[in-house]
């Protein structure tokens, strides 16, 4: 079934069907920051910083990404993160601070791991900048490809 056509139902259902136009439906952008799809593997651990654990991006922004994690974490939980990607010859980093504002516990059953949002709240010295640069290369790399 069509978006459209549902809509039509939903509102024929609730008795609200007092639409003029139904030639389409208008998307708002929410975001302030569009997402990449990229994966970037990433060292994080806790703001105490005893345990160091890995996990993957499959989404980026300047906001923040998309990850997956192997073990639970709430909602609020602040992580020191490095992001690790290599620009011509050498491995690079980029470290930061992030907070966990939204989690998928569905994913834990499909995937077998823990899929969360994870909203930069602050960079080391320079980092924000290298995060902007490398997301440009993957964009310029993507467009090529399309």
């Not at 192997?70 to 990607?85: C, H, V």
């Amino acid at each position: 079934m069509s978006l459209r056509k549902f809509l039509t139902t939903v509102r024929r259902k609730r008795g609200k069907d007092e639409s003029k136009s139904k030639e389409g439906v208008f998307v708002l952008e929410r975001r302030k920051h569009s997402r990449i799809s990229v994966e970037l593997p990433f060292e994080y651990s806790g703001v105490d910083g005893k345990e160091i654990h890995g996990g993957i991006s499959v989404d980026a922004s300047e906001g923040g990404f998309l990850v997956y994690l192997p073990e639970a974490m709430e909602i609020g939980t602040f992580l020191k993160i490095e992001i690790l990607f290599v620009k011509g010859p050498e491995l690079n980093t980029i470290k930061g601070i992030a907070k966990v504002v939204w989690s998928d516990l569905a994913a834990k059953e499909s995937w077998g791991e823990n899929r969360y949002r994870l909203q930069f709240k602050s960079f080391q010295e320079g980092d924000l900048h290298k995060l902007k640069n490398l997301l440009k290369e993957v964009r310029k790399t993507h467009n090529r490809q399309a």
